[in-house]
Structure formats: C-alpha cells, structure tokens
C-alpha cells in the first residue's frame, strides 16, 4: 500500500514511454503538469502508472488517514425546470404529481429526527422548482440554525443558486451575502458537470453556463466560504473535455484557495434520456481518479462519492488518489438510485464506514465540514463500535 518515493523513481524510470516518464518525474519533483501532459495521461497511461503516482501524492499530503463525516441529506424536491439529459431523477413542473415538494416543516422534521445523532452536516440539494423562492430557503436555514446552531449547512448547488438569484434579481454576491447570513456555510460541488460548450450544450444547454457556475463559487470563496466541485465523467465528454474541465476548476483555485474537494461524479445510465450511452469500465473509473489528483494539485482533497461508485469501487478508489468517502448518508438520498447505482439504499452506519475504510488498509478519520479531525477511529475496537447506538 505505502508508496516509498524509491517506488515511485522506479516506476517513472521503467516507464518506457519518454512523455509518461518526463510527466512522473514532473510530479515527483511537485512540479505542475501542463493542459497537454493532463490529456496525455489519460491517452497513454496505465492504471498503474497514473495509479502509483497518485497514490504517492496522497500518501505524501494525507498518509493512510481517510476522511469521513457525519451527515444528513434533505432533497427539498426533484421538480425541476431544467432538462438534463442524462437527469434519472427530476421531473418537469407539469409533472410534478410524480415528483415530491417538502413544505419548510417537513424539511424542518427530517432535521428533528436527527437531534440524538451526532451529525455535524447537513447536505440540502435538490431540484430546481420555480416556485421555491431563496426567501423560502432564507427562512428554512434559519429555522435550522435556531434549532441546531452547530449543525454545518452545506446547501444548494450554483443551479439552484443560478435561478433563486436571477428570479430574486440579485447578483452572486450580494445573493451569497445574503444566504451566509441566513446560516449557509458551504456549497456543495454539483452542477458543474462538464463545462465545455460542445459537451455542455448537449447534456445540459438550460441551465447555469460555465462562466455562472464559476462566478457563483468565486462570490463563495470571497465571502470566506467553501466548497466543492465535480465533475460529470464517463459519457459523452472525451480526454479533453475532461482536462478542460479540471483546468477551469484549477484556474479558480489558484485564484481563490476556496475548493476543498474534487468529486468526480461517474455517469449512470439508468432511467434517462442517456440510457443508450455504456457506463464507464472500472479500470477507466480509477485511472480517472488518479489523473485528477495529479492535474489538481491545489486541491486539498479528492472524494469518492460511495452511493454512487458502489462499496466495493469506493474502497479500490483509495489506491488511486481519494482521501474522503463523503459521509454516513441515511438512505434519504434518492439521486442516485434513481440512476441505476448499485446501492440501492444508500446507508452506512459509522461503524460500517469506518470497517470499509480499514478493511482497505486505511486510517478511519471523522472529519467536519472543513476538514477539521473530529475523531481518529484508527485504534478503535470495531465490535465495540458495532454495538454502541451512537455508530449505530
Ligand atoms: O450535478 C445527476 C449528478 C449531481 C446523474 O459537494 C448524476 O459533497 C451520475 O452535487 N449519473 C448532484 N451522476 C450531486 C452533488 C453532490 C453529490 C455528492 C457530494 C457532493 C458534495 C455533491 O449529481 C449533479 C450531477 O452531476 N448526477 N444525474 C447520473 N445519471
Ligand atoms: Fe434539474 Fe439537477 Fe436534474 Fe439537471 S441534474 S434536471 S438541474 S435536478
């Protein structure tokens, strides 16, 4: 598992092609890679070639330590008036019978029915209804940090963010001003999925554009606040499309710092107007990852989303450049099963999450929000975590 640096001179020097062995020895002197050697990994690299470089990276930034955290998720409603095409789980306005709206109350008890759990996030992310205004979400915030002051809201991703500004006419900033006041802490990474026009305008041409997306972010950051991005992978996007992507994600980052983590998301094709288009191959799946920790060196973290990858994926991830395994997730989240993921209930409980990581080779840490540690779990007794409620 541990990748020693005498390893890693190995495997760049028994690189027989001369671009992969000039691009190892780039990153082992922590040098940034280019936009060409970015699309030259994915064409030419082996998965244990990108793989032993990234895993050399993350081992020199994290050690063994992998992070999770403690979090809840509320999909306020999947009626949405955007048209993705590879979307499983919205449904337009003049569907919205064989969708779902939560009132603010109904909202309000899923965050109740967590007041004995030592949650410390909650994940608000949901579709876009043209009858949601951002008062409506202003005052929901509200209500949740009346009820819970410490509990982190990581809410809205820039679509939803795009259209509660545009229809309360306000810009970026003066809309994420007034957001942070109402208690939103970070945003979460979604809809950026592939910012190239050629791809964007195919998969996703109504909503928020590439320029909207980033501005948004950047409103965040400057404000002091943080967030994550991803990225949509494994459709109709090709290797450059993808380095564009991360690109763009860099640019920001050098400018702002605001990023803590890369998440790419991979597309599932069930139940969509992509269904035709093949999942990506596991092997693709990780060389992805790894490149991503390579190309994105200001990024602090990279994420595996598990609900979406699948346990098993999710745990071969952290050899391949990921650090984080998102959270504990109670099965409320419905995005993906809807896609057609393999995990069809969407629930680990610590004790679970923290099993997975060790079984792995890893060391379990609980984090916050922000990346603070909240509890190292790498000497705790697993059958005693097992059976006290509070993991449970
Ligand atoms: O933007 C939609 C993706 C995203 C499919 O910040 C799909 O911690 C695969 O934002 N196949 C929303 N993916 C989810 C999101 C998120 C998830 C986990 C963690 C964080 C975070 C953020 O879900 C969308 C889109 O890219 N998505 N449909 C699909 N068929
Ligand atoms: Fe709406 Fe998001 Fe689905 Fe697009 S991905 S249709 S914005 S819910």
């Not at 495997?11 to 922590?30: T, V």
């Not at 994915?42 to 895993?55: C, P, R, V, W």
């Not at 391949?320 to 969407?346: C, H, N, R, W």
Request: with cysteine; net charge negative.
């Amino acid at each position: 598992m541990t990748e020693t640096i005498s390893g890693v001179e190995q495997l760049i020097s028994s690189e027989k092609d001369a671009a992969l062995r000039k691009i190892g020895e780039k990153i082992l002197a922590e040098q940034r890679i280019s936009f060409q050697e970015g699309i030259t990994l994915f064409e030419k690299a082996s998965l244990g070639f990108a793989g032993g470089l990234a895993n050399y990276i993350r081992e020199k930034r994290h050690g063994n330590n992998t992070y999770f955290n403690r979090n809840f998720h509320i999909e306020p409603t999947n009626v949405c008036v955007f048209t993705c095409t590879f979307c499983s789980y919205s449904r337009l306005y003049k569907n919205r019978e064989e969708g779902w709206e939560l009132s603010a109350d109904q909202m309000m008890h899923i965050v109740k029915s967590y007041d004995n759990k030592p949650v410390t996030e909650v994940h608000i992310v949901g579709g876009v209804h043209p009858k949601l205004t951002m008062q409506f979400f202003i005052d929901v915030m509200k209500r949740i940090k009346e009820h819970r002051p410490e509990l982190h809201i990581k809410g809205y991703t820039a679509v939803e963010l795009d259209y509660m500004f545009r229809k309360a006419k306000v810009s970026p900033e003066e809309g994420m001003q007034l957001l942070k006041d109402a208690g939103l802490q970070s945003l979460p990474g979604g809809g950026a999925e592939i910012f190239h026009p050629d791809i964007r305008s195919q998969i996703c041409h109504d909503k928020v554009d590439t320029e909207g997306w980033l501005s948004i972010h950047k409103a965040a950051h400057n404000l002091g606040m943080h967030s994550n991005a991803t990225m949509l992978y494994g459709h109709i996007e090709n290797y450059m499309h993808r380095i564009d992507h991360m690109d763009k994600l860099r640019t920001l980052q050098d400018e702002t710092g605001g990023f803590n983590t890369f998440i790419p998301l991979k597309f599932r094709n069930k139940n969509n107007d992509m269904s035709e288009v093949p999942e990506s191959s596991v092997v693709e799946d990780m060389r992805l990852y790894a490149i991503s920790r390579l190309y994105l060196d200001n990024f602090p973290h990279l994420k595996a989303y598990w609900p979406m990858l699948g346990r098993q994926s999710a745990q071969l991830t952290l050899s391949f450049g990921v650090d984080d395994l998102d959270g504990t997730i109670d099965d409320t989240t419905k995005i993906y099963t809807m896609a057609g993921s393999e995990e069809q209930k969407p629930a680990l409980s610590t004790a679970e999450l923290v099993s997975l990581i060790r079984q792995a080779g890893r060391h379990p840490i609980e984090r916050d929000t922000l990346y603070h540690t909240i509890k190292d779990y790498g000497e705790e007794d697993l059958e005693a975590l097992s059976h006290n409620p509070q993991y449970n």
